[in-house]
């Protein structure tokens, strides 16, 4: 089935709303076993929109449309289609009666402006829309069958919920394929030796498309496998996903919805643990990501902001001495760091991250971008020495993932030991 999106409205053409809807649709779509061919943007123009129709109307099974179905002038959606259906706009009665029943609801006049939103091209199906005004509706032009539904993201997912996807379920013949997908995060990899460990696995797995994607700090392989049944799209995605994980090893942080935050604290809440943090450069990044995640109280009572030197002797317990001789960004002071904080608060383990984000600074012993990593825990101290390229704001994120990874891996080796 070929299916394609027209997305209406000026706002979409001059960045000034970016089009979230699509890729919600996309995604809801794919697990249907469908995918979108061709998205097509135009803005609040009548003949735009009308043409937009009448070219998609020959090529596809089925058209998605949004925006434009509101009640003031820009809102032509509905004349445009009338337009390009070759029929008149005429006024759709239960509309007519569920906008009376809001507005009345609402107390608020029910202007004719208002009434505009009931004027559907005549033979359209109108569904009702419960979280909106503007009503969903259904045109066939020519072999191609278009939906209609408002742009508000509210209302757009709920009317394609509810009457969208439906009816392309309906629609689909039978057998006629399913997607599984799957998204693998790897951290600490880039994203050329992530494409040149898994190049040769899409040989082996015909039916799976292998996708690349970064995402700063993380490069995250995109999985998409194409079956006759959900089952055996399923079966095609666990043996490719088999494949990838062991070549990618401990790379792999997580998948789909996990961030690299979240599966530290779920292995820390999981042991019994506890985190604190000292952060030099990233000045509480580290702290933020692991409070981001809901339940992190469990597993991380705090930490310290220790962006000078006075505070990292203060906080750290860092000896002023140790400072003055390796300086502030160094193995020494991120391993003393790490030790002070962990002592001072008790936790079983403790991250410190001490480096120099830029743009400007640096020492004769360490450059813009160098990154002292520490982690300390019940069974020693590990710590990592990082050169990041890049602006602050790309050192500092990159630092942050490094960090909260290097516990990651620390954590990950004993559970194996276990
Ligand atoms: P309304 O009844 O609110 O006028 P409508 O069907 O006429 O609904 P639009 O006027 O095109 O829809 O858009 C309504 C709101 O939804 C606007 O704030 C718009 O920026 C937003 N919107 C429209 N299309 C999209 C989209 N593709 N992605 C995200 N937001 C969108
Ligand atoms: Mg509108």
Known sequence: M??????????????????????????????????????????????????????????????????????????VTAE????????????????VARLRERYARRQLPLSPN???????????????????????????LGRCRALFVPGVPAEYRHLV???????????RAPG????????LKTIGLPEARLDEQVAPLSGRHPGVTFGFRVVPPESHLE????????????????????????VLGECVFGADEDTLAHVVVSM?????????????????????ALTDVAGASQVF???AITYGAALKTAFADVPAELIAAKGEVSAEVARSMAEGIRARTGTTWAIAVTGYAGPGGGDPREPVGAVHLAVAGPTGMWHERHHFIGDRERVRRFATGAALDLLRRRLHEREGER
Request: a negative charge; glycine letters at 10%; aromatic letters at 4%.
């Open 114 to 140: 208002v009434l505009r939103q009931a004027r559907v091209p005549a033979g359209a199906e109108v569904g009702a829309n419960d979280v909106g005004a503007a009503p969903f509706f259904a045109l066939t």
């Open 161 to 171: 919920e509810t009457q969208v996807l439906p009816r392309i379920e309906r629609w």
């Open 80 to 95: 445009a289609a009338a337009e390009a259906a070759g029929v008149a706009l005429v006024e759709d009665v239960a509309t």
């Open 268 to 288: 820390l809440g999981a042991r019994g643990e506890t985190l604190t943090v000292a952060e030099s450069c990233t000045g509480g990044l580290v702290a933020a």
């Open 176 to 183: 006629s394929g399913a997607f599984s997908f799957r998204i």
């Open 301 to 303: 009572p705090g930490g």
């Open 2 to 75: 070929r299916i394609e999106v027209l997305c209406t409205g000026d706002e979409l053409l001059t960045g000034v709303v970016p089009d979230t809807n699509s890729p919600w649709f996309m995604a809801r779509l794919l697990r249907l076993g469908e995918r979108v061919s061709r998205t097509t943007v135009v803005g609040d123009d009548r003949a735009a929109i009308r043409d937009a129709l009448g070219e998609i109307a020959e090529r596809a099974d089925v058209v998605l449309v949004s925006g434009g179905l509101g009640p003031t002038a820009d809102d």
């Open 223 to 246: 999985l998409l496998a194409r079956g006759t049944t959900p089952e055996d799209a399923a079966a095609k995605l666990a043996a490719a996903e088999k494949d990838a994980r062991a």
